[in-house]
C-alpha cells in the first residue's frame, strides 16, 4: 500500500521560509521520480517540482523557480522542498506523489493528508 506522510508546513510571515518533507513507503521508492503538487482553496490541484530517481533532473514551475528547491534522499525514502521567498499566493495544501517526469502524472491514484502553508500578509 502507497503511504505518503507531508509534514512541515505552518504559518509563516511573507518573505519567510519552510522546509516541507515527504516520507514515503509501499513502493521502491529510489526507481520513481517524485513530485510536489499544492492545492489552494478553490482551485485545482497543480504540479510544481519534481525530482528524478537518482541523477538529480529536476523541474520547477514558473512560480516557484528560483525561490523553491526540490531534493530527495534515497536513503530515507524522503522528498524535501525547501521553501523560500514565500508569498501570500503559496498559501496552499502541499502533496507529494511519484510522478512522471514528462508531465508529473501520478503513478498511483494515491495521496497523502498534505501539509498546509499559510504566507500572511
Known amino acids: 500500500e502507497v503511504q505518503l506522510v507531508e509534514s512541515g508546513g505552518g504559518l509563516v510571515q511573507v518573505g519567510g521560509s519552510l522546509r516541507l518533507s515527504c516520507a514515503a513507503s509501499?513502493?521502491?521508492?529510489?526507481?520513481?521520480?517524485m513530485g510536489w503538487f499544492r492545492q489552494a482553496p478553490g482551485k485545482e490541484r497543480e504540479g510544481i517540482s519534481c525530482i528524478s530517481s537518482s541523477d538529480g533532473t529536476t523541474y520547477y514551475h514558473d512560480s516557484v523557480k528560483g525561490r523553491f528547491t526540490i531534493s530527495r534522499d534515497n536513503t530515507k525514502n524522503t522528498v524535501f522542498l525547501q521553501m523560500n521567498s514565500l508569498k501570500p499566493e503559496d498559501t496552499a495544501g502541499y502533496y507529494c506523489a511519484p510522478v512522471m517526469m514528462r508531465d508529473m502524472t501520478p503513478f498511483f491514484d494515491s495521496w497523502g493528508q498534505g501539509t498546509q502553508v499559510i504566507v500572511s500578509s
Open positions: 509501499g513502493f521502491t521508492f529510489d526507481l520513481y521520480p
